[in-house]
């Protein structure tokens, strides 16, 4: 069974500043399959980033994915009031079958 | 516009039922997506409860595999969630959500979620 890792837990940053969050899994994962999202207090997760670097509908150009392998990378080129929130990486594995999610970062405001 | 919404009780009493339903609205059920159960425990992370197509299929977390059941009723367009033997570890939001998938099928990720609903399991 595949593990992510995320990191930091929280990143303090200022609007406007870069935002670069880091996915690190146990096991090589095809980056087709690692995804983000984007969480706020009381609301449902929405999907951000599929196939470790496509944005999903109507998401903003700045928030971008990278990586391949073990290591993967979720930025937010410059950080606006709404993006502050708890940021979740996922695969999906083959043995077993199912989704996987990392901890989790927290943005939040320096 | 798919829209997903879960139904419930909020209380269920330590080592009974947790039973909720997921329907399903602005898309058929029996559409070649699966369709998961998510839940997050107050102020922690998100974790994977299992998945559901419309033919019955299954996969659920092997470590909630012993007590979760998951079914369709395609004639309502929803589907359900069973957690047997809950304990305060079960006291969540359970989210049920729609998998979309890349060309040959595979699940790449969550594209539609319900509102979530809070389940406390509390005597």
């Known amino acids: 069974e595949i593990v992510l890792t995320q990191s930091p837990g929280t990143l303090s940053l200022s609007p406007g500043e870069r935002a670069t969050l880091s996915c690190r899994a146990s096991q090589s994962v095809s980056s087709s399959y690692l995804a983000w999202y984007q969480q706020k207090p009381g609301q449902a997760p929405r999907l951000l980033i599929y196939?470790?670097?496509s944005r999903a509908t109507g998401i903003p150009d700045r928030f971008s994915g990278s990586g391949s392998g073990t290591d993967f990378t979720l930025t937010i080129s410059r950080l606006e009031p709404e993006d502050f929130a708890v940021y979740y990486c996922?695969?999906?594995?083959?043995?077993?079958?199912?989704?996987?999610f990392g901890p989790g970062t927290k943005v939040d405001i320096k | 516009q798919v829209q997903l919404q879960e139904s419930g009780p909020g209380l269920v009493k330590p080592s009974g039922t947790l039973s909720l339903t997921c329907a399903v609205s602005?898309?058929?059920?029996?559409?070649?997506?699966?369709w998961s159960w998510v839940r997050q425990p107050p102020g922690k992370g998100l974790e994977w409860i299992g998945e559901?197509?419309?033919?019955?299929?299954?996969n659920y977390n092997p470590s909630l595999k012993s007590r979760v059941t998951i079914s369709v009723d395609k004639s309502k367009n929803q589907f359900s969630l069973k957690l047997s033997s809950v304990t305060a570890a079960d006291t969540a939001v359970y989210y049920c959500?729609?998998?979309?998938?890349?060309?040959?099928?595979?699940?790449?990720?969550?594209?539609?979620w319900g509102q979530g609903t809070l389940v406390t399991v509390s005597s």
């Open positions: 196939g470790a670097s």
């Open positions: 602005g898309g058929s059920i029996s559409s070649s997506n699966w």
């Open positions: 959500a729609r998998e979309f998938h890349d060309s040959s099928g595979y699940p790449i990720g969550l594209d539609y």
């Open positions: 996922q695969q999906y594995g083959s043995s077993p079958r199912g989704f996987t």
């Open positions: 559901i197509y419309h033919s019955g299929s299954t």
